[in-house]
């Protein structure tokens, strides 16, 4: 039980640390994303309104509050070259990843599962290596190529 709940916390300290190097680079990148949004020859008054609307305005530790408090809401944002809400982009790219996920993951305990079996059977070292060897191979190509073959 220790060790599942130090896991835990590492887990979350680890997505924490993460959300912040994502925010910070977000941040650094060169440009004001309130500009590039609007657009480069629009008027101040327009880029500062939505620099308002976006938060831009804010201290960065408050800006940073929110963006998590979306993310938890599963608010993501809106792309900064559409305008579009990340979400549905998200959405409508995941309907075709995850079945090809799906599929890859299948195909995979299918191959893997009787390979693993059958490498545990043999009591022939050279024959073990090959099967390690096998094993290493299969999972180093990218599950796409299995699936689209």
């Known amino acids: 039980m220790r060790f599942l709940l130090r896991r835990l916390l590492l887990f979350v300290a680890t997505l924490l640390g993460i959300s912040l190097v994502i925010f910070a680079a977000l941040?650094?990148?060169p440009g004001d994303l309130a500009t590039i949004m609007a657009g480069l020859n629009s008027p101040p008054e327009r880029v500062e309104a939505l620099r308002q609307q976006l938060g831009l305005?804010?201290?960065l530790p408050r800006q940073y509050l929110d963006w998590m408090g979306g993310l938890f809401r599963g608010d993501f944002g809106l792309s900064m070259l559409t305008?579009?809400?990340i979400a549905?982009?998200?959405a409508a790219r995941s309907a075709i990843t995850f079945p090809l996920?799906?599929?890859g993951l299948l195909l995979a305990l299918l191959i893997g599962i009787p390979l693993?079996?059958?490498s545990l059977m043999v009591s022939s070292p050279r024959m073990r290596s090959f099967y390690?060897?096998?094993s290493i191979v299969g999972g180093s190509i990218p599950a796409l190529w299995g699936v689209s073959c």
Do not use: D, F, K
């Open 27 to 29: 941040r650094i990148l």
């Open 116 to 118: 693993g079996c059958a």
């Open 101 to 103: 996920i799906s599929l």
């Open 83 to 85: 305008g579009r809400p």
């Open 132 to 134: 390690h060897i096998l």
């Open 57 to 59: 305005n804010r201290p």
């Open 88 to 90: 549905s982009q998200v």
